[in-house]
């Protein structure tokens, strides 16, 4: 329903608006004994996707896994839990994807979720890199490996 125009006085056409229902029940939303998922410190428009991503996810989907570990990573639509994000990167990264394989690198690197440890952070670099994922190439350039 949309606001009507209303005239109070015909001779000096004076108008006002009627309420939108979201004005009527602007007060409403206060009293709803349930928080918004903005108000538990969600995003609200990650909700239902991350929903989708742990379903298709469990079900051994790489792609799903693999966003479903940066919406943990990146804290939208679930709490920021770099554990679950490095162990949902792991099981896309084994599947072959590159930018979970480039992520996984990254978490081992710098000690997220997981313990550091750089020898997991070459290996899963180096996958990432030979796939042709472009950060993970220059990364490799960057720290200029050598294979021993």
């Not at 081992?108 to 997981?114: K, M, P, R, S, T």
Request: glycine share 6%; net charge negative.
């Amino acid at each position: 329903m949309k606001s009507c125009l209303v005239f109070t006085d015909p001779t000096e056409q004076k108008s006002q608006l009627a309420p939108t229902p979201e004005e009527s029940l602007q007060g409403a939303s206060a009293a709803s004994p349930v928080p918004s998922a903005a108000q538990q410190g969600f995003a609200e428009n990650y909700i239902l996707p991350a929903h989708w991503y742990r379903l298709a996810a469990a079900q051994g989907f790489a792609d799903a896994q693999q966003r479903l570990a940066d919406l943990y990573y990146l804290g939208q639509g679930v709490p920021r839990n770099y554990t679950q994000a490095a162990q949902w990167y792991r099981r896309a990264a084994e599947q072959g994807s590159a930018r979970a394989q480039f992520q996984l690198g990254h978490l081992y690197d710098v000690g997220l979720g997981i313990e550091h440890d750089y020898t997991q952070y070459r290996y899963w670099t180096r996958k990432a890199a030979e796939q042709g994922h472009e950060d993970a190439v220059r990364e490799v350039m960057r720290r200029d490996y050598r294979d021993p």
